[in-house]
């Protein structure tokens, strides 16, 4: 296995416009995670599924995003009405309950520019 | 509310020990973690401890964890030009991240 990718590597979008990512998590991982990371700071926790289901969403998680994990395989971010403070990296882990600490194992990630 | 900290900048020269350094609040926290992100990649774990270990080695990587300072470092000895980077840590609770350390290396 590759490990954990994410498309696109880079989206530039114009205010109002909606986008959206994905994440491919490693196979057989049962959970994944998303998160968003701006300049200067440490990843900041959205929201965390476990197979299908979405278990925990943070605040900094607005009505106008939005996650999906269908088939408890891929993962979908959106991202509505985005605005410029949108703009972000936006990283997306997996991890195995299988595995002692949980570890997680991230992907490149999705850089957002919001014009 | 719950916060984790590091401090910003460390500056070795090749074949010293950095230290790194992060204190966290959430004491329920199960495992803490240090992570290592080099410039346009992805974060790469690098270690982890459970919160009633006090020391953990792993080749070159010391982690040592007070937990009743709420403490955690991360030892790196004989320092290289490669191990120049951002680490973070975080607390498995919330999954809670530190702001990042970045590490020079001068040769």
């Known amino acids: 296995d590759t490990g954990v990718s994410q498309d696109p590597r880079h989206k530039i979008t114009k205010r109002g416009q909606n986008v959206t990512f994905r994440c491919d998590p490693i196979?057989?991982?049962?959970?994944l995670y998303w998160y968003r990371q701006t300049l200067g700071q440490g990843p900041e926790f959205l929201t965390y599924?476990?197979?299908?289901?979405?278990?925990?969403k943070s605040r900094l998680l607005s009505d106008r995003f939005s996650a999906e994990r269908p088939k408890g395989s891929f993962s979908t971010l959106e991202i509505q009405r985005t605005e410029q403070g949108d703009s972000a990296m936006y990283l997306c882990?997996?991890?195995?309950?299988?595995?002692?600490?949980?570890?997680?194992?991230f992907g490149p990630g999705t850089r957002l520019t919001v014009t | 509310g719950e916060d984790v900290e590091q401090s910003l900048f460390l500056s070795v020269r090749e074949g010293d020990s950095s230290v790194i350094n992060c204190t966290y609040t959430?004491?329920?926290?199960?495992?803490l973690y240090w992570y290592k992100q080099e410039p346009g990649a992805g974060l790469q774990l690098l270690t982890y401890?459970?919160?009633?270990?006090d020391m953990k080695q792993d080749q070159r990587l010391t982690v040592l964890l007070n937990k009743k300072d709420k403490h955690l470092s991360l030892r790196i000895a004989d320092t290289q030009t490669g191990d120049s980077a951002i680490y973070f840590c975080a607390e498995s609770n919330d999954m809670r991240f530190g702001a990042g350390t970045r590490l020079t290396v001068k040769p």
């Open positions: 401890i459970f919160s009633n270990m």
């Open positions: 882990a997996s991890s195995s309950n299988r595995d002692t600490a949980y570890e997680q194992y």
């Open positions: 196979s057989e991982h049962n959970r």
């Open positions: 959430d004491s329920s926290s199960t495992y």
């Open positions: 599924f476990q197979n299908e289901a979405q278990l925990e």
